[in-house]
């Protein structure tokens, strides 16, 4: 069984850099699957942040390319999401989550529990 | 940019009764590239259809997914109590990957 579990903190101070780590369990990250990051500002939608495959190759959302880094460490078997320059429009839920990418479908269809980051100083 | 809208915002049944969710894109979008998903109180979503009709492992047959070109359905044919929750539809397209409509809920009446 997959498994996904972030961590990082739950509070952030304005200006400051988020960084969360997803931990995989059940499956190694080196296999055709992609790694995503989404996040879900309280009382609001879904919002995609970023995606990572196990070589390296990643690929951000457009209106926040400027301030993230994903990464993955694959012996490990982890990966994790930089923000930078936070702002309080970035408190939300932070899932991690796996994406099939391939075949002509996409979709996410293992989630972590998420982690709340509140940005507040 | 494909935008999806989801209709209605709120819809109120009660349990037995069947529910139809709408999710239309601002433009034509393969149907492959569609997926559902549900959304219960402090949980993270849970992949209910992919490919706008094909369901996930473990998703009882009641919930079915329909649709093409911009017009895309979720029905959920005889609502069980556990099924009242936000729904969201969720779109691919290769310039920006993916977005999700705004998410439909659904509350016993």
């Known amino acids: 069984q997959v498994q996904l579990q972030e961590s990082g903190p739950g509070l952030v101070k304005p200006s400051e850099t988020l960084s969360l780590r997803c931990t995989v369990s059940?499956?190694?990250?080196?296999?055709?699957?992609?790694w995503v990051w989404i996040r879900q500002p309280p009382g609001k939608g879904l919002e995609w942040i970023a995606s990572v495959y196990y070589d390296g190759t990643t690929d951000y959302n457009t209106s926040l390319k400027s301030r993230l880094t994903i990464s993955v460490d694959t012996s490990m078997n982890q990966f994790s999401l930089r923000l930078t320059s936070v702002t309080a429009a970035d408190t939300a839920v932070y899932y991690c989550?796996?994406?099939?990418?391939?075949?002509?479908?996409?979709?996410?269809?293992?989630w972590g529990q998420g982690n709340m980051v509140a940005v507040s100083s | 940019e494909i935008v999806l809208t989801q209709s209605p915002g709120t819809l109120s049944l009660s349990p037995g009764e069947r529910a139809t969710l709408s999710c239309r894109a601002s433009q034509s979008l393969r149907s492959s590239y569609l997926a559902w998903y549900q959304q219960k109180p402090g949980q993270a979503p849970r992949l209910l259809i992919y490919?706008?009709?094909n369901r996930a492992p473990g998703i009882p047959d009641r919930f079915s997914g329909s649709g093409s070109g911009t017009d895309f359905t979720l029905t959920i044919s005889r609502l069980e109590p556990e099924d009242f929750a936000v729904y969201y539809c969720?779109?691919?397209?290769?310039?920006?990957?993916?977005?999700f409509g705004q998410g439909t809920k659904l509350e016993g009446k």
């Open positions: 969720q779109r691919y397209d290769i310039s920006l990957r993916y977005s």
């Open positions: 989550a796996r994406e099939k990418f391939s075949s002509g479908l996409n979709y996410f269809d293992y």
């Open positions: 490919g706008a009709s």
């Open positions: 059940g499956q190694s990250m080196h296999s055709n699957y992609w």
